[in-house]
């Protein structure tokens, strides 16, 4: 089981066969996997299951079948592990009335942490928010309450963290901040768990993918090899060349070569064999005395993954 | 792109310290609450409504001793004596402001926490269900605790100092150290109950109140109304009268509950206090059914 790409050798979270239903709605079906230290993107379409299965496993929902267990031990029965864990829930979870600092400072003070003013004003600075912490959050823009609930979840130096969306509402240079900080707590050896839609951020930020689909795992690991794992399915490649007519029409009797498609000067390739193509390419495009300017695999990315996950199946 | 970032070059530093028990956890959900119902660290016009509670439940306590010094020496006191309520009439009268007090305070306790999702927060915690409701509790169990006490410690100390036998009044006075709490404690479970029910459901703090008052008040009335009418155990249903009943016990002064339902009918005390007990547990364990489903 841990050599699947759904487990790590050092893992702080496990999940065995966990399931979740809402009355007839099954939310989560079945999914075993495990996390460790690093980030891991939680990807999946809107009611994918993937906000579910974040919230069991910071422990405030009851799983309906199966296990799952926090820095080895349960999170519903042993809440002493809230001690080490860290969520930025999806929803607003603020109380508009106090000030960010009070916020923090009040989730320190939850977290049992024994000198909450020191430890909320490291966790505000961290995020950035020191020149808007006296101000109450009601009067705070959405991505610096998104910022402000990074915070609190920090306040308590968790050894995991989930993060459920924690890019709402952020402006492009928070953004990078953020991702910057999550990519520093992951260094420091944090499980961080990030969940959402937005395939650009979770590539930004994540070594590692879960996704999800219709409360199932649907793949696991590192996205390129998700992609690689997708052998049924032709990888397509771009191809710029001046004479682009040329080269496609000798392209189409290659083996490698599934099909060819001139579009304007580009030339779209399928192939099952991106390496033998890589190989081929060059002697090809010299035989016939065509330059080539530009080759680039269109769809290893994770939007091209979960665009096959999702209407793939 | 990291040259952009100067605001995080202070890093994020971890935190070595100690860590807390759930005691400390349990005390900072009850100074929380504490604040929420005192409206403190809140705009003004939170801080309207129990703060002019609480002045209304001292003013006239400093009132009756100030009259007391001014009274003093003028070879009246027999007559004044009858005319100045002691502590148990001043109970009587603060109960009342107690019934209110509650009713603006319990939904300032729990429905932010559930309307502004920050259940959510306390839930990923190291603190259980429990810990988080007997916190609420607790910070309202404190707050009117001192509601009550307070008026009842300016004149006890009053009363000592006009006495000019301060150590003879207070060691005379000694059953009220224990009768005023007790008296407290059940107002509180009497009234506290139903109001958290209440607040556990209701979306908006204003209808909260609304409807526990409301239904104070009415089931009061119907008490009355169905006692005489159909059947005198309907006199149970008034929960103000059983607080009363509780009070003028603990006080041992019969006319604090007189003419509610209760005394009417001549229903013994320990009804009350079988009906305060069963009142009080029922809403606890429906409290924390509905929250088991929350968090």
Same mark, same amino acid.
């Given at each position: 089981?841990?050599?699947?790409?759904?487990?790590?050798?050092?893992?702080?979270?496990?999940?065995?066969?966990?399931?979740?239903?809402?009355?007839?709605?099954?939310?989560?079906?079945n999914v075993s996997c495990s996390f460790g230290p690093g980030i891991t993107?939680?990807?999946?379409?809107?009611?994918?299951?993937?906000?579910?299965?974040l919230r069991m496993m910071a422990g405030l929902i009851q799983p309906s079948r199966g296990s799952l267990s926090v820095l080895g031990t349960n999170p519903r029965s042993d809440t002493a592990v809230f001690q080490k864990v860290g969520l930025v829930p999806e929803d607003d979870a603020v109380y508009g009335f106090l000030t960010g600092r009070r916020f923090v400072e009040y989730g320190a003070e939850l977290a049992g942490v024994r000198n909450p003013s020191s430890a909320a004003a490291h966790a505000i600075t961290a995020v950035g928010m020191d020149d808007a912490a006296g101000r109450r959050i009601e009067g705070y823009s959405k991505g610096m309450r998104q910022r402000i609930k990074v915070a609190g979840a920090l306040v308590n130096d968790p050894e995991v963290l989930y993060?459920?969306?924690?890019?709402?509402? =952020?402006?492009?240079?928070?953004?990078?901040?953020?991702?910057?900080? !999550?990519?520093?707590?992951?260094?420091?050896? #944090?499980?961080?768990v990030v969940s959402s839609p937005v395939l650009e951020e979770v590539e930004k930020m994540a070594t590692r993918v879960i996704a999800m689909v219709d409360?199932?795992? =649907?793949?696991?690991?590192?996205?390129?090899?998700?992609?690689?794992? !997708?052998?049924?399915?032709?990888?397509?490649? #771009?191809?710029?060349?001046?004479?682009p007519r040329k080269l496609g029409s000798a392209l189409l009797s290659q083996d490698v070569i599934r099909s060819v498609e001139v579009i304007d000067q580009t030339i779209h390739v399928q192939t099952d064999d991106l390496g033998n193509l890589g190989r081929m390419l060059p002697s090809l495009a010299q035989s016939l005395d065509v330059r080539l300017t530009l080759v680039q695999p269109e769809d290893l990315s994770l939007e091209s993954v979960f665009r096959y996950l999702v209407h793939g199946r | 792109m990291s040259s952009e970032g100067a605001i995080f070059d202070l890093d994020y530093r971890r935190y070595e310290g100690e860590r807390t028990g759930r005691a400390k956890v349990r005390w900072a959900i009850v100074r929380d609450g504490v604040r929420k119902v005192l409206g403190l660290r809140r705009k003004a016009r939170r801080k309207v409504l129990p703060w002019g509670l609480i002045i209304l439940a001292v003013l006239p306590a400093i009132a009756i001793v100030g009259f007391q010094v001014f009274t003093q020496g003028l070879g009246a006191d027999e007559l004044l004596e009858d005319l100045i309520p002691g502590h148990a009439d001043y109970f009587g009268f603060t109960?009342?402001?107690?019934?209110?007090?509650?009713?603006?305070?319990?939904?300032?306790?729990?429905?932010?926490?559930?309307?502004?999702?920050?259940?959510?927060?306390?839930?990923?915690?190291?603190?259980?269900?429990l810990d988080y409701l007997l916190a609420r509790v607790g910070s309202l169990l404190m707050v009117v605790l001192a509601f009550t006490l307070i008026p009842q410690i300016v004149l006890y100390l009053g009363g000592a100092v006009l006495s000019g036998d301060l150590v003879g009044h207070l060691t005379g006075n000694l059953d009220l150290l224990w009768k005023i709490p007790t008296g407290s404690l059940a107002v509180f479970a009497t009234q506290a109950g139903v109001a958290f029910i209440i607040s556990a459901y209701a979306r908006r703090r204003g209808i909260a109140a609304g409807i526990y008052i409301g239904f104070t008040i009415?089931?009061?009335?119907?008490?009355?109304?169905?006692?005489?009418?159909?059947?005198?155990?309907?006199?149970?249903?008034?929960?103000q009268a059983h607080a009363s009943v509780l009070i003028a016990e603990i006080f041992g002064q019969e006319n604090i509950a007189e003419g509610t339902a209760l005394t009417e009918q001549g229903i013994s005390s320990w009804v009350s206090i079988i009906a305060v007990v069963a009142i009080a547990a029922a809403a606890s364990v429906?409290?924390?059914?509905?929250?088991?489903k929350l968090m």
């Open positions: 089981m841990t050599t699947s790409p759904a487990f790590v050798s050092n893992p702080t979270i496990e999940i065995a066969e966990i399931s979740k239903w809402f009355g007839q709605k099954v939310a989560v079906s993107g939680l990807l999946g379409p809107n009611g994918a299951g993937k906000t579910t299965l993060l459920d969306e924690p890019l709402n509402g =952020a402006d492009p240079v928070q953004r990078v901040r953020l991702i910057e900080l !999550f990519h520093r707590l992951a260094d420091e050896g #944090r499980t961080v409360g199932r795992l =649907a793949a696991a690991g590192d996205s390129a090899a998700i992609r690689a794992a !997708f052998t049924d399915i032709p990888y397509r490649v #771009r191809i710029d060349a001046d004479v | 109960y009342q402001l107690t019934f209110l007090f509650i009713a603006l305070a319990t939904p300032e306790l729990l429905i932010p926490d559930r309307v502004s999702n920050v259940l959510t927060v306390y839930a990923s915690r190291p603190l259980t269900l009415i089931s009061g009335g119907v008490a009355f109304g169905l006692a005489e009418t159909v059947n005198r155990w309907f006199a149970i249903i008034d929960l429906l409290l924390y059914r509905r929250y088991r």
